[in-house]
């Protein structure tokens, strides 16, 4: 047996029994996104991509991306290394400014892989980035929660193990993320050996790395090699983790040291510019959709400068602001068309792409945070995108990480899930029969079709009341988020931790105590 079969057989170990998929769990699970069962599959997409740009509009934004890499360029700030790959891959680099030849970084990425395996410690659970693939990933950063009381608050470490046993439950969240929330109670210097931690310990999903510093990066790597083995995380990607461009058009230590870090250890970053329109780019579409792809060329052609073949993703966060306030926005249309231009500018480049999510700027969630939220998801799946941060608890602008906001959120990914099936065109899907056996002027609700398919034919949400006036009134007049917080609670208390081999669960602890003890603590 190869060593890299080996280690999947041994993580295999002892998980079959509450993840395993079959049975009437999955049947469940696959007609509704609220059971904490038997866990779905990344979507694999039955229905064709949305896109808002024909040849000529695409051309014409590649080529103005190619001018304001060759005449304006990108800063690479305090790096020299960085600089120094630049200056030897043959850009003209002055001071901290990199002015690319035409075609220079589209030639480096050649090397990229257009499709990539993630893999979970569950090899169950692993997913597929790129492709007709899917992939939904729980809320990113926010500093905030609101809790099952009500309150606004500032994140604790419970709060994020809270996240990351809720995201492993949701059947219809293929991902566990990265920073869920920010745990503010344990020291910055500190906590991302506690976050990367939890996600192994409390969850079986893949996840992602810590990005603040380029030595927590290190430290994710080599937790993840307690993990899976030293050999297999070189050779195969287990963290897919967020590298951020200042824009506009600035990437910055922090970035640049991360995604070495994760670069030439084989490991995937999403090179991400973060827009908020009218204030970090253009207000206009075309504008910011020129300067997202110069960007996104920029970093994700510089990891192939640290190691060639590295997995890298053409991210977009892109969110318009008001223009009275300044605030962002989200939900809106531009922000969509901008991300549907995306996605098809990454498929010419033969990269998989990350965007969208459940986005929402409201305060608490109501129905401005539902109807944001569906407008920023629908476009996200029509989209055709690969990986999807933030498809669960956000709010706020991101500024918090919300209970029940959580809940209904992963209800509404269990009905995208549903959808990106498309349509069922089998012999049972036809359903030739049932109009044969009903016929003119009857009824098919006792017919030999609907009892066979009647457990499965439609998405049962776990959050909407769908019952009669009267009943609603008999069950105590709750709301959807009031439903939602009594399914956080009722899934919280039900929570079981999937196998972890205790000689890893001893080395990680051994690790994250010696590395906490290096060091005093630092809140800045």
């Excluded at 099952?148 to 996240?163: M, P, Q, S, V």
């Excluded at 081999?501 to 603590?521: R, T």
Aim: proline share 5%; charged share 20%; with cysteine.
């Amino acid at each position: 047996m190869g060593e890299d079969a080996a280690v999947e057989q041994e993580q295999a170990g002892g998980r079959r029994g509450r993840g395993a998929s079959g049975g009437a769990a999955a049947r469940r699970a696959a007609r509704s996104g609220g059971g904490p069962g038997t866990q779905l599959t990344y979507i694999k997409r039955q229905i064709n991509v949305y896109e808002v740009l024909n040849e000529e509009g695409l051309a014409l934004i590649e080529k103005n991306a190619d001018t304001v890499l060759e005449e304006i360029g990108i800063e690479f700030r305090d790096d020299a290394e960085a600089l120094a790959l630049w200056k030897e891959a043959g850009a003209d680099v002055k001071g901290e400014r990199v002015h690319f030849p035409k075609g220079l970084c589209r030639e480096l990425l050649k090397t990229a892989p257009s499709v990539y395996t993630q893999h979970a410690r569950n090899p169950e659970r692993s997913v597929q980035i790129g492709g007709n693939a899917t992939v939904f990933a729980p809320v990113y950063g926010p500093p905030f929660v609101r809790d099952l009381d009500g309150n606004r608050r500032y994140a604790t470490i419970e709060d994020f193990r809270n996240f990351v046993k809720l995201a492993y439950m949701a059947p219809s969240i293929h991902h566990s993320g990265g920073t869920v929330c920010e745990p503010v109670d344990v020291p910055v210097n500190k906590r991302h050996l506690d976050m990367i931690y939890s996600h192994i310990k409390y969850s079986d999903k893949p996840f992602m790395g810590s990005v603040t510093a380029p030595e927590r990066a290190e430290d994710t790597v080599a937790m993840a090699k307690i993990v899976f083995g030293d050999d297999f995380v070189e050779n195969n990607t287990v963290l897919t983790s967020l590298i951020n461009a200042n824009s506009p058009m600035v990437f910055d230590e922090t970035m640049l040291g991360a995604a070495k870090v994760y670069a030439r250890h084989n490991q995937a970053c999403i090179v991400t510019p973060f827009i908020l329109a009218g204030a970090m780019s253009p207000v206009t579409v075309a504008g910011t959709l020129t300067q997202v792809l110069a960007e996104v060329l920029a970093g994700a052609s510089f990891t192939q400068l640290i190691r060639k073949g590295a997995p890298v993703l053409f991210g977009t966060f892109a969110s318009s602001i008001s223009m009275q306030s300044g605030a962002p926005t989200f939900g809106t249309p531009e922000p969509s068309l901008v991300s549907y231009g995306a996605a098809q500018l990454a498929r010419r480049l033969g990269l998989p792409f990350r965007t969208g999510g459940s986005l929402c700027a409201s305060k608490v969630p109501d129905a401005q945070a539902a109807y944001e939220s569906a407008n920023t998801l629908n476009s996200t799946l029509l989209a055709g995108t690969n990986f999807v941060l933030h498809s669960a608890g956000w709010l706020e602008g991101g500024l918090a990480s919300c209970y029940e906001k959580f809940m209904m959120d992963i209800d509404q990914l269990g009905m995208q899930q549903k959808f990106a099936e498309g349509v069922d065109l089998s012999e049972n899907g036809q359903a030739m029969d049932a109009i044969r056996q009903v016929g003119p002027g009857s009824h098919y609700l006792g017919c030999d079709h609907t009892q066979a398919n009647f457990q499965s034919a439609f998405y049962r949400s776990s959050i909407a009341d769908n019952n009669s006036y009267e009943q609603w009134l008999a069950e105590g007049q709750k709301t959807a988020p009031q439903r939602a917080n009594d399914l956080a609670r009722r899934w919280l208390e039900s929570y079981e931790a999937p196998y972890l081999d205790p000689s890893i669960d001893d080395g990680l602890k051994d690790f994250i105590a010696a590395k906490k003890a290096s060091m005093p603590d630092a809140f800045t």
